[in-house]
């Protein structure tokens, strides 16, 4: 067998021989095998010395043509590469199988020697969907579908391990799915969470052979936390609960029906049809045999549209047909509206076994690599010891968590790996018996023990051994909110410790434990290493190079000893987060309660984890119980810690006053727990949640044949099985070659020289382009204004502005050519900030204002003179990053012939893209056919940025004749994409001292970045919805837009109108505590009433809804009691606050500002078989557009879902296609389809007539066919009556800026810990006004999701940049969005459907397809209910506190940091950090 021979590094230590000289004679010896043997979705599979380089995810992406599982951020931080392996219990002393989820983007190769990997493929396809995959599809838990994969994976490994094959139980509790952390390593940017949880939770039910298993809780704690959350909720299992929670299969609460079902909307786009009566069809259960499901109808074979359908004749003598499709089938039928939902039985015993041959498996020694990269894989520690021996550089890998992340994005290359985890000894923990635990005097935990097991050990020996063991409770906790559970599963003690991060989660109770560290090399054997001395300095530890870690000694104290130990975290998201500071405290004391020793030990204080050496001095010998100890100690830590204002890291003084108030929590804790004395216990309680709950309002009166069906995202189960397509999941071309981009690395210099050669010289790598590479006038592109080049010329003006392109025969050869091209700078000075710009003069040119009442006389003085009180203030909004889980992307296929060129790209815009690769190849436009089937999510941020990726491409593509494929990393998406734009108003407004606005003037300002995008329109937008749902007479709002050296800002979801609605509502309540007023009654005695004027001149019309939805909001949510029950519970509390608030939302549909936009096409052809091709310009990024469009064409045509087929977008079906965007997707393109169908109706109509009402469609279109009728139409649709000028203030001609506005209410409650300012949503409730909805399951995921994602906008979302210009939040890591515990805990989402006497609503003004209303954007604002009902929080405890309340200001986002510091406490004023002379915070915010 040919082995790899070691290569010779510039790292081989100078006091031994080169690697290869050093290594061979072990490869010789011992490592003779480089094949890695395992299995595949149950297939045996071996891999000959394959490529060193790659993660078990580049193996199955590149070489399996598995593309199911995705590269999300390759930093094990999204979990979208989620894949599962299997494998033996090794832990157990019984033969077992267990299922770990792994990332595989991290995961090295070398790992799965031995094991079974399941991928999403492996376990269902759209023919035999996994039930998971199924439930998760029919339950709407799918939208972009590119994190999806990944989720089932992680549900997958949760729901096999519930099943015990030698008992045949299967135990799943609601609580293991959401309290245990199994899906905390899995982000999702579109649903919003709570389907998925409903389909995980649909496996609670399961059961195997009749046993159901038993619901447990895990003890008091359990209880306590749930009886808490019961007391306010009111969802299902509530008392207080009174409607269904919308389960699955009907839930405990449904009534009788209402039967309120009927079809009186108006609609001027479509005659109403007749509904389908619930009671037609038959209920099935949730849960129905499989063999009795009944077989779906066989789809495009013709069976399912083509077959006779009884149909009915309409009095207009339309034809309506009575039938079901398959997924109509699958929907059969509904309660109170509640679907019922067919699944297939989960069945454990049909799942993928663990292969035989497996268990028979014994590692072997291995090796394999090349002469850049060699991976060695020892099965003993004795072979291990001898490897670092002979090569003490070599660098150990366990779960890789840490080392893949300094591959990838530190660009360390670790010549020499060696793989340690298969190695038994290391990695298997073996525990005392039962016997010799009582007496035990300490805990030895193997080191690379994975962390998923180390939690479960120490959960074991506390049950068993109690308080004694409380230092292993302290490990667990942290552990459990230690990364994600994909990392828990692989990562291990030692790899924690030997990286020495200062913000180490389990160093600091090791540390403070007093652990124990043994090494062994071969020298020294075995060898004891303290902790208390085992870090040095930053990532500098004491274990020499040629030792290894083997074990971790923990200490157990005596019973008689009376010591307490404990750990807290405070970071910026509690799951899956690297802390802000993390700490462990641990005191002993004598029996006269003196501390006879103490250790408090903290991370992300010092380069190094690091005990307190002052406080311990300070504490030993002192009385514990004594405040005067506690302010000792506090005094002390104070010395400790004394962080300077510029710290590396930032956050000085909120890192300082959680060092002070976490350890002011352990005192109280500590005293508590040793009955010491009464302590205030309010401060000992951390923020908890409980299990979420929430409903959907699910009854739609509206419902008809097709539209207003709750039909699944027709795309759900090919996402949920991996089959759904993106581009760099698309089959590879012959020649295809692969773009990496060359980026600038600082904020705005001159480009001295670009220096490429080294590129070429590197493997794989083809050539490079950049400015050079086309003509001058063509390096230009902007979508309003063209201002940006293509690529940098002579100047880069951000940080990561692209300067050129290295194209490669792979795609990590082309990132790891383009990081070799040289580029020398010449740094200028940068300008960051909105501060910053307005202080240097820096914008673009805007000049529009909004001037209405006074301001037109420029009498604004005058409007004030008349109000009671005028309050002022300046008031920050911080930007958004999009966190699609899929990057962008793009691949250009040059045909040879005529410039012709297919453009895929992962865009919102086919027409941008198209008109730009015209522009930049000299093609026109023709001859470009770009296209897109889906994205996987895209929010406002690929409707302009993605088009110069796939400019770069085609450039290479011309130049080459090869095709191109693009995707960006992580990194580099959040480098060059933009974001949602960070805002400061500065603003004035007057009220009359009854709180009657009457005068609002602010200048509004827009951080653009260094080119304008839409920063313009953005602006536009926010300023027309400055006034939120308010009238105010006399308002002038000036908008401007600055030029900053940060990335191009964008749009994104809402486009400018919830930082307008934020600044809104910030008025309100500077108003409301102004005047000492309840912000409620301020906000109703300003609602707009029907027939005022916004300040751009639009009417408000009939169709006015808010003020009905705010009180149908405040009955339904039980604000009012809620809102007394939250002062009573702070008056009560002094260390925990919650707040509350009922906000409105008025957003405005239609491109406001780019009339032209409001045009739409699309393309019907209907083939004589009858089945129906659409293509339409709008693009599906997960919206379910593509499922609206056909649900609109369906019922339109009178044909059933699946009769309509839409595969892709592309400019050669719809020429000049608006973006999809400006949430008028459906509003478009829907009227466009309309518009189609209507011709292709017409024509068909006396066919129809002919061949009477049981005829098919097949047999009409096939009639029309014969007689030479043309079966394809062209729809076009313009959006009549809009066309607002800037600067028209006739009231009499001026047009409206919006077609209809779009409105709804939120209302959330909160609780927020005033010790760390970490918080929990305690329920939310919204009901949004979408006209008839034409398919309500999207539409609640449309608000839940929005939701979530303002919520993220509006608390922990907080975009950074480093003071010279670099952005610090390019990643998973640094930049945090929700996760599946931060949804409120209680989540209602309801549709406004009737009046208050309870009629069905009529939209008498919307003159909109199907009378439906856009809502992709406008339930993102209410995110800031949680944002403004924080405020309240903080507010109660700044009240406590005596710190001002009035004329207070409070910006946006509310991190845990502002949190903390608006508090007003003590603590804060104690950890003050004074900012000296020229000192400059470590990071920057924008806004
Ligand atoms: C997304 C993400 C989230 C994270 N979250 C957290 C968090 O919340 N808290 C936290 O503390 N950390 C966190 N980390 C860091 C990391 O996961 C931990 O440090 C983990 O414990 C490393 O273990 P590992 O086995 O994966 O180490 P590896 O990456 O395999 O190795 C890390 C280092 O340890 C050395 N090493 C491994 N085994 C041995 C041994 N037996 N003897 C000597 N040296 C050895 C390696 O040579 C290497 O230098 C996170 C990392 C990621 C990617
Ligand atoms: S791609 Fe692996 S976690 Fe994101
Ligand atoms: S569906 Fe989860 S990210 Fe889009």
Redesign the pocket.
Known sequence: MALPIPPKTASDPPRTHSAAEALTPLITSTYRSSDIQFYLNGKKTVLNNPNPHWTLLDYIRTSANLKGTKLGCG???CGACTVVLQVPDTQSDKRRIKHLAV?AC?FPLVGIDGKHVITVEGIGSVENPHPLQERIAKLHGSQCGFCTPGIVMSLYAMVRNAYDSETKKFHLSERDIELEGHLD?NLCRCTGYKPILEAAKTFVIEDLKGQLAQESTSGAEDEKLEKEVKAFQNGCGSKASKGSCGRPGGCCRDGPSDSSSNDSRSTTSTPPTEPVSSSDEELIPATIDVKKEPKADASISGATYAKPVKSKEDSDGATEIKTTTSLDASLAGSKNGVPYIQFQEYAPGAELIFPSLLWKYEPQPLCYGNDKKIWFRPSTVEQLVELKDAYPSA????????????VRFKNSDFAVSVY??DIQE?RRTVLPSDAELEAAKEIVLA??TP?TEIEAICKDIYAELGKRAMVLEALRK?LR????RQ?RN??????????A?P?????PVLLAAGGTLV?ENKSQQKFDLPMSKFFLAYRTTA?PPD????QVRIPLPAPEVREIIKAYKQ?KRKD????IV?SAFRVRLNSEGKVEDVCLVY?GMAPMTKEAPKSKSVLLGKKWFSSETLDAGLTALSEDFDLTFSVPGGMAHYRKVLTLSLFFRFWHESVAELQLGEVDEQAIDEIHRAISTGSRDNHNPFEQRVVGKQIPHLSALKQCTGEAEYIDDMPRYEGELFGGLVLSTKAHANLVSIDYAPALEMPGVIGYIDKDSIPKEANIWGSILKDEPFFADGKVLHHGQVIGMVYATTALEAQTGARAVKVVYEELPAILTIDEAIEANSYFKHGKFLRKGLALDDKMDEAFARCDRVFEGTTRFGGQEHFYLETNAAMVIPSGEDGFMEVWSSTQNTMETQEFVSAVTGVPSNRINARVKRMGGAFGGKESRSVPFACYLAIAAKKEKRPMRLMLNRDEDMLLSGQRHPFQARWKVGVSREGKLIALEGDVYDNAGFSQDMSGAVMDRCLTHFDNSYQTPHVFLRGHVCRTNIHSNTAFRGFGAPQGMYFAETLMYNIAEGLGMDVDELRLKNLYEIGEHTPFYQKIDHDWHVPIILGQLRKSSEYEKRKRAVVEFNARNRWKKRGICLIPTKFGLSFATALHLNQAGAYIKIYHDGSVLLHHGGTEMGQGLYTKMIQVAAQELGVPVDAVYTQDSQSYQVANASPTAASSGSDLNGMAVKNACDQINERLQPYREKLGRNASFKQIVHAAYLDRCNLAANGFWKMPRVGYTWGDTNWDTVKPMYYYFTQGAGCSEVEVDLLTGDHTVLRTDLMMDVGNSINPAIDYGQIEGAFVQGQGLFTMEETLWTNNGQLFTKG??TYKIPGFSDIPQVFNTSMLRHDNEGKPLSWNHLRSVQSSKGIGEPPLFLGSTVFFALREAVKSAREMNGANTKGWSFDSPATSERLRLAMGDDLLKRAEVVRKEGEKNFFVTVS
């Not at 030792?547 to 083997?550: F, K, Q, T, V, W």
């Open positions: 930093e094990g931080g990332n991290l390593g660098k150990l890998v366990g779960g890789a968590s840490e080392v893949q992340v300094e340690v985890s290391l080191a690379n962390l942290q909110y230690f990364a994600g990392i692989v990562a291990s003690l030692a790899g924690n410790i030997a990286t991060s913000i180490s989660d389990a160093n090494a274990l030792a290894i870690l083997s970071a899956d987060d690297i802390a993390t991370g998973p890591g």
